[in-house]
């Protein structure tokens, strides 16, 4: 089972693709293993085994079959050792329309997931002059991510006549445990998309977007045997929804948490905390749509990561190098992607009412 780093018990627990395992199920395991794992009663061997979906099937395939577009990087051979590589192709989408964005979803091809450790990507658009320039992050991928779903009712948009430009980094041999250690040829990661039907920008309410949010407030160097600890504040000048929450690091990076500070009240909220983190296993945490963070004019998003350069850390590859920032997987980061729905203050007060209303409705009903 890949691991799902979301804790339990602290802030939103209603997640979409959320992969955890209920406490008692957990409990069974803890038992089972402090009794020595005793082997079971094997019963017919004869039953198949379970109902796998295949490892390279589009995450969404099931809910919204295949995707509306599917659009590959350039390929490029990656050396079984070696540097760290980018690779910045760019690719038309085709698209005549703008059209807005149901899901998202970017895949490295075979065994490309071992060597790809992040991709990320852009929109350009042509100018009044002719030239591309940039509209926005297009979507972001790092090793083990999920994927992206926009909520009903915004438009995250994909305008026509655009070009992707890819940042995709590449590390020669791998990196965690999957890590082929050989050269992978023709290595091509494919962006899946799902779109709305045309004429859906016209009926949605409020645009959605990814960025990233910075949190170093400083340099980032973590110390030989030391630890670090980075973080970051924003605010928006009109009302907002967080509807996912991605930390992103490296190798030393261990935790990451998501607050939000209330100006009016003082009160702090904790929304999310991400422990025991692996740069091997990144989540777009997808909140719920009924209980995705609403935040009012001038609230302040509070994000905390930590960074572990330690030999307890069991993914650090030597405690006694001087760790600073930078794009390197032996360096570190220190951000988040967050995708965000933009409201107004009418839209606001509308969600608002409607938690409330349903708050109502479950107590009457008890």
């Given at each position: ?10 802030g ?21 293993v ?107 991928y ?123 009240t003082?009160r702090t ?10 740069a091997?296993w ?6 719920e ?14 994000i ?14 030597d ?43 479950s107590?009457?009903?008890?």
């Amino acid at each position: 089972m890949p691991p799902y780093a979301y804790d339990h018990g602290i802030g939103i627990q209603e997640l979409q693709g959320d992969w955890r395992l209920e406490q008692s199920e957990i409990d069974t395991i803890v038992a089972w293993v402090q009794q020595g794992a005793p082997e079971g009663d094997w019963g017919d061997r004869s039953h198949p085994v379970a109902d796998l979906p295949p490892a390279d099937e589009w995450t969404f395939a099931a809910q919204f079959g295949a995707p509306s577009l599917i659009l590959d990087s350039a390929p490029i051979d990656v050396p079984a050792l070696g540097n760290d590589m980018w690779h910045r192709p760019y690719v038309m989408t085709g698209l005549t329309t703008d059209r807005c964005i149901k899901a998202i979803q970017v895949k490295p091809a075979g065994n490309a997931k071992a060597v790809v450790h992040h991709a990320n990507s852009n929109v350009e658009i042509l100018n009044e002059e002719g030239e591309y320039e940039d509209y926005g992050m297009f979507t972001e991928y790092a090793m083990g991510k999920w994927g992206e779903i926009a909520p009903e009712g915004v438009c995250r948009t994909l305008p026509a006549n655009a070009r992707i430009r890819w940042d995709i980094h590449l590390f020669p041999g791998g990196v965690g445990a999957t890590a082929p250690g050989t050269v992978i040829e023709d290595n091509v990661v494919e962006i899946g998309v799902w779109l709305h039907p045309e004429g859906y920008e016209e009926v949605a309410k409020y645009k959605q977007d990814l960025k990233l949010y910075r949190l170093n407030m400083g340099e980032l160097i973590v110390p030989p045997n030391g630890t670090a600890m980075t973080q970051g504040f924003h605010s928006f000048d009109h009302p907002v929804r967080i509807d996912s929450f991605q930390p992103h690091g490296h190798l030393r990076m261990r935790q990451a948490s998501l607050e939000i500070f209330y100006p009016a009240t003082g009160r702090t909220e904790q929304i999310s905390q991400v422990s025991n983190w692996s740069a091997t296993w990144h989540h777009s945490h997808l909140y719920e749509t009924d209980v995705a963070p609403l935040l009012p004019t001038g609230a302040v998003l509070v994000i905390k990561q930590w960074y572990d350069n330690t030999a307890n850390n069991p993914n650090n590859p030597d405690p006694d190098f001087w760790v600073v920032e930078g794009s390197r997987t032996a360096d570190e980061m220190t951000h988040a992607w967050i995708a965000v729905t933009h409201l107004d203050q009418a839209g606001f007060d509308e969600l608002v009412a409607q938690r409330e209303a349903a708050k109502q409705r479950s107590v009457a009903g008890q």
